[in-house]
């Protein structure tokens, strides 16, 4: 029989056959192509993305001639991202003319357009690219960004998929580009045809890489090993060297040397700083001077044509040529790499790759000739033809940094006799069917491939090449899908090779295959070859390839150019031109190629796959891995054949092939196995093309029933059940005529025959790795077979007994066995892994879950995924073993190993197990649930698993569904069936990847009049949803709305006196109207708080701004009052700053995430004059909210934004007369950079600031004209920028500036209070909270500086760079040398507050003490207390206490006792009451203040309560007789600012007891209430709806410093009064605002709800550890407070936020929309429902627990849940029919599952507890012919006795599993009756058994095996091993049995059989 395995000319047939036509080709024709430019504008934006927009459109239709129409280049490559799980496609990337298609498309969906581009120049070149972006410095991962890259002659144009277009300016001509793994490589075309230089100079590079199309292209390096020198790395530059390919993975290049003629392969990586400092070095200009020139020079030209309008100008016009070949110094330049070159050869060509150094004289001089000058002046020299002397300097520019390096890892072997052009064409890395990896290479001039295989190193870090083997081709082409490669022969045939082994021939139907024995020349066809055009060889091409021909393809350049070929394979071809033949292979993908014929046609074919089944896939994978390799390739090409050969079988035949396929190969003659002879055809094993069979007809018949009923499966398998439910008569089995029949014999001359016993436990662990597959049980029954014809040949009895246990009924039938002589069993393999006991993965998990000892489980890497998976989470999970899955694993698995290489998969699988994740855990089902997903498993891997299996997994996943982490990713949510969590986890995981663009709750819009009607207040935009559950009782929102629009003309209401004449009536109503407008135009801060962050802006439309209205309306005939009839005086620019104001409040509604690009910024732009302090406005707002970094030339680190500035300022139309314009939007600018980029330092910023403050300039600068207010600004802004750095330079000057006095001349005279606390604020932001730790700053004496300005004393020299600028004195001020407190003081004052912000200093604190003492007290201004108060307060933080005592104490005793006790003391004449009463209320404004601060947004009911109180007294004294004593002014302001510290307190609550103070205050519009009031009364307001109720206050140090800037408590007279403080400072405040709303929103409904939170606080020192609850939607306190929040069952499922272990994920939810996700438990109502929770779903259902169950009515189901299988189970199983009646019991069993499920929240449980019902239901009625649900049912059973589980119930909280507590006992019940009747009838059978006799026909095997199972009773085998019959006491059996693991419960059913005493044996009766 030997002859059988010979190997002969086979044949294999190629499928699904079409004709193809690049798509791009199909599309162009269509598309406009830049041909004229009407049809481009019509053209819609989605099918043609304009590139280059810029340029202009060059093309018109004479430019498009015939050839450049002809020249087309594609490109197909498999389909890359979208979901994994789409079926695999196709993406062509099309080149014609100046257009580029990217389409995509399949085999089964036509192709499609994804992306169009059309550039301004012929496209030379397009091509794929990844270029990897680090998303931060810190993070070392990469992100990969997929582009497009399009070459035009000057540039490159690279498209992302993610939508950034990039434009590179190419510096010089390219002739090829390269994608690398890092990015581009660039190829400079060297222009061959150039004269040589005359002296020799440093060579250019030639190569250049850029690794993000932002970055500057930059010289490859080489580095270069020789065998006796130091490694030596230098630019390539050799310019003989061409690129002919690269590849990602691995990263390597393969260039040609057109000198050598020889290829070389070399790694590409990332440049080492080691070799970057190499090359960069400079050596010293004596030794050699050109190295000094090379380098910067280069970089010079580089940078100075990256600078010019036409790239390429460099190398176009001034060539730089290499000195060509140079044998001055061959010991330098030598290759040293390959050994193989001869002396001669290095002395002939020694010329390296790398960047060759002659080595000169230091006195020799060189020339370089310059053929033609630069252009615009950048010659370098100033002559053409001059000499450059060692004196000329060089332009210094720092050289371009390399960032690839080149390692040559094989060059080619140089022949003497080759040709000069045998550069291969085609370049491809294949691997064949064992995973051995080739390089291959075609030489077209001598029709080979050379394949050149190579390996990786152990630790992945190298590529070894090996052997070179040809491979006589004429073209050739990778099929990557099935390791395989097709190669077009040079007669014209298509072969199929695996690596470099030959397969087959491939017969393409449909075309001629040529007759192999053709040997005479054919007569030249009469087509001239010249007019054949395919895109391999387009019509009018050169032949020499090495021209200077622009060609767009790289590959298609070189292919078919030399002359020899075109007449070689001519002369091949074999038959007449009129056939058409094979002419070339391309676009080879997964396993389809396209031929390209002789007559220019194309065909697409497809390769078949070596298997379809996913059975025989894994089982040849496992005898792949266990062969050795040269066998493995040789049997699976012979099933590759046998499988595929023409007519060869259907999918469904394939497992029967394969059995007899490999049986043949084992040995066996498969026609005199009963078994095999039955499978329905004979493989021919010299597969020749078989005929096709004729098929009988479709329709079928009655001999088909008979055949069915006859057959061995229906015997085996299906005949009880099917007969009962048929009522069928039993059919007889046929009688067995045959006589014995011969021994059968295996022939040992089979390929496979010494590896049978190999084979044979591989395909066992397949086995047992497909029974933990529901999905391939059938596929485990069909390797049965096989498995137990093996075992029976082998004298495996373990094995036998384990199949036949598994599958009793099936494998009782098969009594054939081979004999296998002891001669031949010496011959076989004997492999140390085959063991005597059957590795069962299921009896491993009931070891487990016994808590015996295991051994580990044998399973194949890569193959047996599920058993490594399983196997690991029992141990971890039920064995306890924390380190199961990382270093413990090898106590649990064992590795087959079949000696071969280590799988690169496994060793990467290995690498990411071993690597513990991160997360703390609490519980081992949390490291369980981890660690399945890290491993990749999902919910729906787990309904595959045997439900005995997955039960413990379920438990694990339940105990975290119950108590889950609130940080898990998204698969852990999604695998644990948590919905709300998953939603939260992908909104996290959305927000990482991009910020959100839209808002996190959708609303609907309001109805269109609602709409109109609103839309102009610009407050519609709050969160109407959120804010009614907020406030669900009121319309206080609506009324704060009310309050703050200014939108709409008020109501000027005068009562007409009759003694009042008509004018006078007039005046007096305009009078009123200006009262009013003082209000009004105070409004907009405060609105801007309301509104603050709550609009997503679309980018297509301006940003809403509401009008500024000062008109009004007077009744009763609504007539209109304007203020511009000119009957009273309006003051100038009166609303100059309320627009400013209106402008920021419409800015500031803009939320954080949104999309907000430059663009956008540039496009709200106003065009009116009028509305340019709006503008100026908006730009501050979108500072405060960090949109301003977003304008492009912010960012950039070289400009200092100035430009920009002052463009913006030039640009913005200004009111006549004024620059008032200018000076706003430098305002906003300013300030607005300066919060965005809040203590960052940045440079940039600082000097755009610095140009406004004269005391940073050097004094030598030019004097600027900068406004005062612009200063003031600038100023703060330095303080905001420098914010908490210390810096010290600017600390000093803003030290100085404090106290700056008036002058020179006339300069600085007015406003001058303003500009000094402007400069004591930023002071105090510089040194944030530092206190006594300035360092490096002593010198400065900061504190006594700042006292000194505080109390006042002699001037200090004015010291620093700007002394000179104040030698002469003010014209208009005389303040001599002493320090004006009034100026100096507030800022003074406030620095100190801000460095010693909460530090506790009490020496510094005393300073700002109160004066006790009427002397001191007359010294100071009663404003200044409340200012020295607060300071005081805020360091001394720890002390403020919310009672109106600790406000009191802060109050002189002088003040008490004459103030407040005036009633019982009589008051001295010396003193005067005005100053105390005054100083009275200003030091218990500051101290209310100071309160306000300290609980700020913490809604403190203390602090609230006493603030209230003293607003209340403020309120009554302002009504009373003494508000003349302190006076109206100075009451006001102290009530403002308490309402504000009330305001600060309450901030984000919407309290309604200060919204009825703010309103109180809002209808006083006449007397002393001034602009000012308004502005304070309305901030209240403004932060009392803060953010609409989203926002509340921070109390961090920098929140402070905003808000002592923004609440500064000097509010201004009138609405243009900036002279103490600058009005737009007012707006700082948003910088202290945080989110801190968390909004439960429900994850079915997405709609916002209320739920129950407990929250719990931190232990500190005022209270002890305290937990609250709070029904949210609600504020939380500041995060720092806080150790844990947790959503309270019973209503929502339970979910705790650990803040103690870090903030960031509440921090990350707030910050986004403050949404949390919540889940309604099954039955449950929302709390909006049900307030009271009287109306659960589950009450009415309470007596469901009792028999009557079928009270639960399937109707119902829909209340609990809305899933669509568990509705479809109650609908079909549940409700009771007419032909149901008998099956009431079922229909009762099935409502009480599915009602358990449901309310137990556990639906996935259904399916478990219908597979225990019918398996103990067909147990029942015998009916078992397999017994795998029984060993599933054992297993739970088994895990419900095991220890952990029984531990878990002993605590009080524990639950059990998630079966039903009846359910399971009524279930085992019941199995265990059964078995025991049948134990009662036919022990007998029992006993032959365990004496291991043979069955007789009438034994019933089946229940045996069901028996065995159920009770873990070991093989006979085992129990053989023990003396167990006769004699003997329980006691002994009990200790026997334990040893072999059976159950004791088990035992006491044998006992009586083992302790029988005679015949009459004492059975157990049933029921016992």
């Not at 695996?498 to 295959?513: D, E």
């Not at 092939?657 to 493989?683: I, K, P």
């Not at 009763?1116 to 005086?1129: A, E, F, Q």
């Not at 006992?1951 to 015949?1959: N, Q, T």
Request: proline share 7%; net charge negative.
């Amino acid at each position: 029989m030997s002859n059988v395995y010979e190997e002969r000319a086979t044949m294999i047939a190629a499928g699904e056959l079409q004709s193809f036509v690049p798509f791009g080709r199909e599309h162009c024709k269509n598309h406009p192509n830049a041909v004229n430019l009407q049809l481009r504008q019509l053209q819609p934006a989605s099918e043609l993305w304009s590139s280059d927009g810029a340029a202009g459109l060059v093309g018109s239709l004479q430019e498009v001639t015939l050839q450049e129409r002809e020249r087309e280049w594609w490109h197909l490559r498999k389909g890359v991202g979208g979901d994994s799980s789409e079926a695999e496609y196709e993406e062509e990337l099309y080149a014609a003319g100046n257009a580029v298609i990217w389409s995509r498309g399949s085999k089964s969906q036509a192709s499609d357009v994804y992306k169009a581009f059309t550039v301004d120049s012929p496209v030379q070149q397009a091509l794929w690219c990844n270029f990897g972006v680090r998303q931060n410095k810190k993070d070392e991962q990469e992100v990969v960004e997929q582009t497009v890259c399009i070459v035009q002659s000057t540039c490159v144009n690279i498209h992302s998929m993610s939508g950034k277009d990039f434009i590179s300016p190419l510096p010089f001509q390219v002739s090829t580009l390269w994608p690398t793994k890092f990015g581009l490589l660039f190829e400079r075309r060297n222009p061959a045809s150039d004269g040589l230089m005359s002296p020799p100079r440093e060579p250019l590079p030639t190569i250049f890489s850029m690794l993000h199309p932002l970055d500057e292209i930059a010289p490859l390096v080489c580095r270069s090993t020789g065998l006796f020198e130091a490694p030596r790395v230098q630019y390539v530059s050799d310019s003989s060297l061409r690129i002919v390919f690269s590849c990602c993975e691995p990263s390597v290049i393969m260039t040609y040397d057109i000198v050598q003629c020889t290829h070389t392969v070399w790694a590409l990586r990332k440049v080492t700083t080691e070799e970057q400092s190499m090359v960069l070095k400079r050596p010293e200009q004596v030794t050699m001077p050109l190295n000094l020139l090379a380098p910067s020079f280069f970089s010079t030209q580089l940078r100075n044509v990256s600078k010019m309008d036409s790239p390429g100008s460099l190398f176009h016009s001034y060539s730089l040529h290499s000195q060509g070949r140079m044998t001055s110094s061959p010991g330098l330049h030598a290759r040293t790499h390959s050994p193989t070159i001869s002396n001669m050869a290095a002395l002939s060509r020694a010329h390296s790759p790398g960047m060759a150094t002659p080595s000169f004289s230091g006195t020799q001089r060189f020339n370089i000739s310059c053929h033609s000058p630069l252009p615009r002046g950048h010659s370098l020299l100033a002559s053409p033809n001059s000499t450059l002397n060692d004196s000329v300097v060089l332009p210094e520019t720092e050289p371009i940094v390399p960032e690839l390096c080149i390692e040559q890892l094989w060059a080619e072997n140089p022949s003497s006799c080759r040709e000069k052009s045998c550069q291969a064409s085609k370049v491809f890395i294949t691997s064949d069917l064992c995973e051995t990896k080739f390089l291959c290479f075609l030489v077209e001039s001598h029709q080979q491939l050379r394949c050149v295989k190579f390996i990786e190193s152990n630790d992945l870090s190298q590529l070894i090449f090996v052997s070179v083997t040809t491979i006589p081709a004429k073209d050739a082409a990778p099929l990557e899908n099935i390791d395989a490669m097709l190669v077009l022969e040079a007669n014209g045939s298509l072969v199929l090779y695996t690596g470099v082994s030959r397969v087959s021939k491939v017969f393409v139907p449909g075309l001629l295959a040529p007759s192999l024995g053709l040997s005479n020349p054919m007569p030249h066809p009469s087509i001239p070859m010249d007019s054949i055009s395919t895109p391999a060889k387009p019509i009018g091409r050169h032949l020499s390839c090495l021209e200077e021909v622009v060609m767009p393809s790289p590959v298609s350049e070189l292919r078919g150019s030399s002359k020899h070929h075109e007449s070689s394979w001519l002369e091949d071809c074999t038959f007449q031109h009129a056939l058409p033949y094979i002419h070339a292979l391309r676009d080879p993908v997964h396993n389809r190629v396209t031929l390209e014929l002789s007559n220019g046609t194309m065909l697409r074919i497809t390769i078949p796959e070596i298997a379809t089944s996913e059975l025989v896939k894994k089982c040849l994978q496992a005898v792949k891995f266990i062969l050795p390799k040269e066998t493995a390739a040789k049997v699976l090409i012979k099933w590759y054949n046998i499988y595929n050969a023409p007519g060869g079988p259907s999918a469904h035949l394939e497992w029967s092939l394969f059995v007899t396929c490999f049986m043949t190969l084992m040995g066996y003659n498969t026609d005199r196995l009963a078994w095999t002879r039955n499978l329905d055809f004979e493989v021919p094993l010299s597969p020749v093309i078989a005929p096709k069979k004729a098929r009988p007809s479709e329709m079928g018949s009655d001999d088909d029933w008979e055949y069915q009923q006859c057959s061995e499966y229906h015997r085996q398998v299906e005949s009880r059940a099917l007969r009962s439910a048929l009522r069928l008569q039993p059919v007889e089995a046929p009688p067995c005529s045959e006589d014995p029949p011969a021994p059968l014999w295996l022939d040992p001359a089979a390929p496979l025959f010494p590896h049978v016993p190999a084979i044979f436990f591989v395909l066992h662990l397949v086995y047992e790795e497909l029974k933990l597959d529901n999905l391939m049980r059938r596929g485990a029954r069909s390797l049965v077979e096989l498995l137990q014809q093996l075992a029976r040949d082998l004298q495996l009895e373990e094995y036998i007994d384990l199949y036949w246990r598994d599958y009793p009924s099936f494998i009782k039938t098969f009594k054939e066995a081979c004999v296998i002589d002891r001669a031949q069993m010496e011959q076989m393999n004997q492999p140390a892994f085959l063991a005597a006991e059957p590795p069962s993965v299921f009896r491993w998990f009931s070891s487990c879950l016994r808590g015996e000892e295991v051994s580990p489980f044998p399973y194949l890497p890569g193959i047996c995924k599920r058993t490594k998976l399983l196997v690991l989470s029992f141990a971890l999970y039920i064995v306890g073993n924390d380190n199961a899955v990382c270093s413990d694993t090898s106590k649990y698995l064992s590795k087959v190993t079949a000696g071969q290489k280590k799988n690169v998969n496994e060793m990467a699988l290995r690498r990411q197990s071993s690597v513990k994740p991160s997360t703390p855990y609490c519980s081992l089902a949390e490291k369980l649930v981890i660690w399945l997903t890290s491993a990749g498993f999902t919910l729906k891997d787990l309904d595959s698993v045997p439900f005995g299996v997955a039960l413990p997994i379920r438990d694990a996943i339940y105990q975290c569904r119950e108590q889950p982490c609130s940080d898990w990713s998204e698969d852990v949510c999604l695998l644990i069936g948590r919905q709300d969590l998953t939603k939260q986890a992908h909104k996290v995981t959305l927000a990482k990847g991009k910020s959100m663009v839209g808002p996190g709750l959708t609303l609907d819009a309001p109805a269109a009049s609602e709409a109109a009607e609103e839309e102009e207040d610009g407050m519609n935009d709050v969160n109407q949803e959120v804010t009614a559950l907020i406030w669900s009782q009121d319309l206080r929102v609506q009324e704060a709305r009310r309050l703050l629009q200014s939108s709409r003309p008020v109501r000027v209401n005068v009562v007409h006196l009759p003694e009042v004449s008509d004018h006078e009536y007039i005046e007096e109503k305009e009078n009123k109207l200006l009262q009013l407008c003082q209000r009004t135009m105070a409004l907009p801060v405060g609105r801007g708080l309301f509104t603050l962050f709550s609009y997503h802006p679309v980018p297509t439309e301006p940003l809403p701004v509401p009008k500024l209205n000062l008109t009004g309306r007077a009744p009763p005939r609504n007539t209109m009052v304007d203020l511009n009839s000119g009957n009273i005086d309006v003051p100038p620019n009166m609303t100059g700053w309320s627009s400013f104001h209106n402008g920021v409040a419409a800015g500031l509604k803009i939320a954080p995430a949104s999309q907000v690009e430059s663009a956008w910024i540039a496009y709200n732009k106003p065009k009116s004059a009028e509305l340019a302090n709006e503008y100026a406005g908006f730009l501050m707002a979108l500072g405060l909210n960090g949109h301003l970094t977003k304008l492009a030339t912010l960012n950039t680190p070289h400009q200092t934004g100035h430009c920009y500035l002052t463009k913006v300022i030039h640009d913005c139309p200004a009111p006549p007369l004024t620059s008032q314009g200018h000076e706003m939007t430098s305002i906003g600018l300013l300030l607005g950079v300066s919060a965005a980029k809040l203590g960052t330092m940045n440079m940039s910023i600082t000097r755009l600031l610095s140009i406004h403050i004269p005391a940073l300039l050097p004094p030598t600068s030019t004097e600027l004209d900068v406004p005062h207010n612009v200063q003031v600004a600038a100023v703060v802004g330095i303080g905001l920028v420098y914010q908490g750095t210390g810096h010290r330079h600017n600390a000093e000057v803003l030290l100085a500036e404090i106290g700056r006095p008036p002058g020179p001349e006339m300069e600085y005279c007015t406003d001058r209070e303003s500009y000094s606390l402007a400069a004591g604020l930023a002071l105090g932001m510089v040194c944030l909270g530092h206190g006594s730790n300035l360092i490096g700053m002593t010198d400065l004496n900061v504190p006594e500086q700042l006292y000194q300005y505080m109390v006042g004393g002699h001037r200090r020299a004015h010291a620093g760079i700007n002394r000179e600028k104040h030698k002469s004195p003010s014209y208009q001020i005389k303040e001599g040398d002493t320090i004006n407190v009034d100026v100096t003081c507030p800022g003074a004052t406030l620095a100190l507050a801000m460095i010693y912000l909460k530090t506790n200093n009490r020496s510094i604190a005393d300073w700002l003490q109160a004066p006790d003492t009427m002397f001191l007290l007359d010294f100071i201004k009663p404003e200044f207390l409340l200012l020295r108060t607060l300071a005081r307060c805020l360091i001394m933080w720890d002390e403020i206490l919310p009672n109106s005592d600790w406000i009191n104490s802060n109050v002189p005793q002088i003040i008490q006792e004459n103030v407040v006790f005036q009633e019982e003391v009589p008051v001295s004449e010396d003193l005067n009451m005005e100053t105390l009463a005054q100083a009275h209320d200003y030091i218990i404004a500051g101290a209310c203040m100071a309160v306000g601060f300290r609980f700020a947004g913490s809604a403190n009911s203390d602090a609230f309560d006493c603030l209230y109180k003293f607003a209340r007294t403020f309120m009554q004294c302002l009504t009373a007789t003494t508000a003349t004593v302190t006076g109206h002014y100075n009451l006001q302001t102290c009530l403002s600012m308490v309402l504000l510290a009330i305001s600060m307190v309450m901030a984000g609550s919407g309290n309604l007891r200060v919204l009825q103070l703010c309103r109180f205050l809002h209808k006083r519009t006449s007397g002393e209430m001034n602009y000012g009031f308004h502005m304070a009364h309305h901030m209240a307001l403004g932060l009392l709806f803060l953010g609409g109720g989203r926002y509340t206050l921070s109390t961090s140090n920098s929140a402070l410093a905003a808000l002592l800037c923004a609440l500064y408590p000097h509010f201004p007279a009138h609405s243009t009064d900036n002279r103490y403080h600058l009005q737009a400072l007012r707006h700082l405040a948003v910088l202290a605002a945080e989110p801190r709303l968390l909004v439960p929103v429900d994850v079915d409904t997405c709609k916002p709800c209320y739920a129950l939170l407990e929250v719990t606080y931190k232990e500190t020192q005022w209270y002890e550890e305290t937990t609250v609850e709070l029904m949210a939607p609600t504020m939380l306190p500041e995060l720092h407070l806080l150790k844990q929040i947790r959503v309270k069952g019973p209503r929502y499922w339970e979910l705790a936020i650990d803040i103690s272990r870090g903030t960031q994920h509440l921090q990350s939810i707030l910050n986004r929309d403050g949404v949390l996700y919540v889940k309604l438990r099954a039955g449950q109502l929302p709390y909006k429902d049900d307030p009271r929770g009287w109306k659960s779903l589950l009450a009415p259902n309470v007596n469901n627990r009792n028999p009557e169950v079928r009270t639960f009515k399937p109707e119902a189901i829909s209340t609990f849940t809305s899933d669509a299988a568990l509705v479809s189970f109650a609908e079909y199983f549940c409700k009771p029919a007419e032909n149901m009646k008998h099956k009431q019991d079922t229909l009762a069993l099935f409502s009480a599952i599915l009602y358990e499920c449901v309310t137990q929240e556990n639906p996935e449980m259904l399916p478990t507890y219908i597979a225990i019902d019918q398996a103990v239901r067909s147990l029942e009625r015998g009916e078992m012919s397999e017994t795998f649900a029984l060993g599933q049912i054992a297993l739970v059973l088994e895990l419900c006795e095991s220890r952990g589980l029984q531990e878990r119930l002993r605590r009080p909280e524990g639950r059990g599993l998630l079966l039903s507590s009846e359910f399971l006992p009524v279930m085992k019940c019941s199995a265990d009756n059964t078995l025991d009747r049948w134990l009662y009838d036919n022990s007998y059978v029992l006993r032959a058994y365990m004496s291991r006799k043979a069955y007789t026909k009438d034994m019933e095997t089946n229940m045996l095996a069901c028996f065995l199972v159920y009770h873990s009773i070991p093989s006979a085998g085992k129990m053989s091993g023990t003396d167990m019959e006769g004699g003997g006491s329980f006691p002994e059996l009990l200790l026997m049995f334990t040893q072999l693991g059976v159950p004791v419960r088990s035992l006491l059913r044998l006992a009586p059989l083992l302790l029988r005493s005679g015949d009459g044996a004492a059975i157990i009766p049933p029921g016992l």
